[in-house]
């Protein structure tokens, strides 16, 4: 049962474009949201989150979106950098609300930026 | 600093035999997971430890997989009778209190598990 859901395996953007990865969720509990990033042969590192009482965080080229009405969330990177292309994970926790303390994860979008 | 080690990067091991896994976490961070990640997937939770103890194993497929981390740092994730079914990606991640809105969690590059 998939708490997380990417829908998008995979999406290519042109150099200097934004992109957009898209996240859906379905436990309402869901209070607290991630965003990873996944090079080939290593760990995700740690992007960007947003809290469930804000529905925007920016942090340079990337902007979070939280629409808590529609259990949806996105990640903007504008202008996308050849650099930028990865695997994108989203991930969610209810910590606020049950005190567990892992993430669940969705099953990642895949972003080429071409140069 | 040092990020979270993960060793070995690769392992290769027979059906029904027993493999450690060892993860070294970022100096001065409490929280440790780990995390099992299958083809084609996102990580899926195995089990979180603050300090010494084990704070919640729910993630834990069932009675072969084990983890300690007796002194509260380093952490052996252990799998006893492997099945071809346990081969996957094993990350560890450490934060500094616990995944929370300060406290994201760093992952290691994960140790790559194959039971042939």
């Known amino acids: 049962d998939q708490q997380v859901k990417q829908n998008s395996p995979s999406l290519s953007v042109q150099e200097g474009r934004i992109s957009i990865l898209n996240c859906d969720y379905t436990?309402?509990?869901?209070?607290?949201f991630l965003w990873y990033k996944k090079y080939p042969a290593e760990g995700p590192t740690f992007l960007i989150s947003?809290?469930?009482?804000?529905d925007k965080n920016e942090d340079g080229r990337f902007t979070v979106f939280l629409n808590k009405s529609a259990k949806h969330l996105s990640l903007h990177i504008v202008p996308s950098q050849p650099g930028d292309s990865a695997v994108y994970f989203c991930?969610?926790?209810?910590?606020?609300?049950?005190?567990?303390?892992?993430?669940?994860f969705g099953t990642g979008t895949r972003l080429t930026v071409i140069p | 600093g040092a990020g979270v080690s993960q060793t070995p990067s690769n392992k290769v091991t027979e059906k029904g035999k027993y493999v450690e896994l060892r993860c070294d976490p970022i100096?001065?961070?409490?929280?440790l997971y780990w995390y099992r990640q299958s083809l084609g997937q996102g990580p899926e939770f195995l089990i979180y430890?603050?300090?010494?103890?084990?704070?919640?194993d729910s993630g834990l497929p069932n009675d072969r997989f084990f983890a300690v981390r007796p002194e509260g740092s380093v952490s052996t994730l252990k799998i006893q009778r492997t099945e071809r079914g346990d081969s996957a990606v094993y990350l560890c991640?450490?934060?500094?209190?616990?995944?929370?809105?300060?406290?994201?969690?760093?992952f290691g590059n994960g140790t790559r598990l194959t039971v042939t």
């Open positions: 991640a450490s934060s500094q209190q616990g995944n929370g809105w300060n406290s994201p969690l760093h």
């Open positions: 436990n309402s509990m869901f209070d607290y």
């Open positions: 947003i809290s469930s009482i804000k």
């Open positions: 991930a969610a926790s209810a910590i606020g609300q049950t005190g567990a303390n892992n993430l669940f």
């Open positions: 100096s001065g961070h409490t929280a």
């Open positions: 430890f603050q300090g010494t103890g084990a704070a919640d």
